[in-house]
């Protein structure tokens, strides 16, 4: 089954906030991570948060995490055309021998209206 | 600072051919990951090497291998192809496995016919 499950499409208008959740599986994760991938292009840090924060802003993006719920969402606001892209999450199980390794949801596309 | 480069960016192959992609990381980082990306499974780990030692394995078959060079650089190797192996094989480096600097490159876009 999904381990990370995230919402496969989101429409927004320009200039309003978008919310896209995750949840995820994995409690013993130090660190949980938003990706965006544009037409064509590899995968870009947006943000991440370490797993004993509730929160984490940064400029335009704001990162909720909800441990309880294994639950993480990422805010951005004042949505842009330029935003529009496939954002993933994902989270990093321990795998062993020191190794870890980034779990990703299917991720959502972020459709910006202008 | 250079980001982790990925060589080359689009290969188009044949049924049974063999295939080897290469990964420089950033400069530093240690660790090196390969995923793949499918419209249809999303991106799945194939393995991450650690100071030329592969620590972990994603479920992929045994076509599927890679090494680490002492430099860092690291290589991944699909034997006899198929077509369903086509895909974006993204690697991405970090200095140590579990660090939060995970940065990806732009792919390896692999067609096979």
């Known amino acids: 089954g999904e381990d990370v499950e995230q919402s496969l499409f989101l429409s927004v208008r320009e200039g309003d906030s978008s919310v896209i959740n995750c949840t995820y599986t994995?409690?013993?994760?130090?660190?949980l991570y938003w990706y965006k991938q544009e037409p064509g292009a590899g995968l870009q840090l947006l943000t991440y948060?370490?797993?004993?924060?509730d929160m984490k802003q940064d400029q335009r993006l704001t990162v909720l995490l909800n441990k309880k719920d294994k639950h993480l969402s990422l805010r951005i606001a004042d949505t842009q055309t330029g935003d529009s892209a496939i954002y993933f999450c994902?989270?990093?199980?321990?795998?062993?021998?020191?190794?870890?390794?980034?779990?990703f949801g299917k991720g959502t596309k972020l459709s910006v209206i202008p | 600072k250079a980001g982790v480069t990925q060589t080359p960016r689009y290969l188009i192959k044949t049924r049974g051919q063999q295939v080897t992609l290469s990964c420089s990381p950033i400069?530093?980082?240690?660790?090196v990951s390969w995923y793949q990306q499918t419209p249809g499974q999303g991106l799945q780990f194939l393995f991450e090497?650690?100071?030329?030692?592969?620590?972990n394995k994603g479920n992929f078959p045994g076509r599927f291998s890679g090494r680490q060079f002492s430099n860092s650089r690291s290589e991944m190797n699909v034997s006899t192809l198929e077509l369903g192996d086509s895909a974006l094989y993204l690697c991405?480096?970090?200095?140590?496995?579990?660090?939060?600097?995970?940065?990806f490159g732009s792919g390896t876009r692999l067609t096979v016919v």
């Open positions: 991405a480096s970090s200095q140590a496995a579990g660090d939060y600097g995970y940065t």
């Open positions: 994902a989270e990093t199980p321990y795998s062993g021998a020191g190794s870890y390794q980034l779990t």
């Open positions: 948060i370490f797993s004993n924060m």
């Open positions: 994995d409690s013993s994760s130090t660190y």
């Open positions: 400069s530093g980082h240690r660790s």
């Open positions: 090497y650690f100071s030329e030692t592969q620590r």
